[in-house]
């Protein structure tokens, strides 16, 4: 069994468990870590969980037992240990310090000297370490680099885990910042939550995706990483150009072997060939505001984007075989008391020729990733061609 730390929004980091491994392989630990109990468990596939171990052992109690249990454990695991070790502590769901968790670690350093074994502990800032510090010191990436991850839940139950890695944040920003083209008014689909959504359709290689608002590529980069033939369409020409500059670079730098199909089209009107597995997008999205716009503003630009999704719903549909993955970002947006305004296409999906998906773990009203600051945020919509 492993246990995951979840991203900034734990929901979405459940959801995408459950489609990847099940809503039996899947179950909430704590508000923000799960327990995963699938073998085919894949780390680097996911992303939004910021963490994950393997669990080594399940008991219960406040930090001072806990810490006492690890303290040997680790002492007898470790007393004939071959080479220096890097171990990295972190704590999630005690009331606890920093130095407390650190003490741990000071303590078990001090006894393993003792038998001849060198420990370089990682401080702690906080009870856990950040993903940055687990990524950059490459814990839970070899025997002698460790993170010990313990975990508690609400009714005093503890999970201790040795990390299997933490998100790779690198490889995230030279996929972000890297790629030649980039356009800010088209947007900036974070690839994290383009992985999230390629992982969301629920669908595993080989296969091939489409993406019909496909912008810059960063959905057909993530589904392109992952093992799939990507195909994009968008109503621009220069994004079509954009697209197959980035999935070229893509190819060079990170050996994607994918068979590409790049097509200039309208959504609302387009004719897809060829096999489609899964649809992802993040659809056109309005305009962009720096602050919730006047409600008769807001009622336009929501209007017309409800117009041009609602109307590529419907030309998708028939295209499509029934039970056919889509997952959208559509726009929702926030007003000043964190209230969301949401299109109305979204009431009336059957109509459309789409079910939505129900999941065990997560309700579909926690589908929606924003960051505080931003006035339009991205409603996730998994779907299924009725
Ligand atoms: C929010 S952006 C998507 C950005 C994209 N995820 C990326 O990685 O860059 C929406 C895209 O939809 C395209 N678009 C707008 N209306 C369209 C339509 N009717 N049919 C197809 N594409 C459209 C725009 O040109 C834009 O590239």
Redesign the pocket.
Known sequence: MHVAILGRQPALGMAELEQLYGASGVQWFSDNSACIDHPGFDFERLAGSQKAGRVVAELRGDWRQTSTVLVNAYVDAWQNHKGKITLGISAYGFHVSPRDVQKAGIVLKAKLKKHGVSLRLIPNNDPALSTATSHHNKLGLSDNHIEILIVRSANGKVLIAESVGSQNITALARRDQGRPK??AF????PPKL?RMMVNLSGVTPPGRLL???????????EAALVGFDVYG????P??IE??QKNLEWLSETHHTVSDITLDQ????T?IWEGTISAVI?????GQPFSAPPSPSKLVQVRDNCDH?IS??LKNLAPQIPAGTPVCL?IPAWRDSLGHFTHLPLTGRLTSLGFSQQTLEHVRKEELIYYREDQVVARQLLVLKKG
Request: proline share 2%; aromatic share 10%; net charge negative.
């Open positions: 980039r356009d088209v947007g900036m689909l383009a993406d019909p608002f496909c912008g810059t590529g960063v959905l057909l980069q369409t968008d109503l621009s220069k994004m954009f697209s089209g309208d959504a609302m387009h997008a993040e659809t056109y999205l041009i109307t590529f970002a």
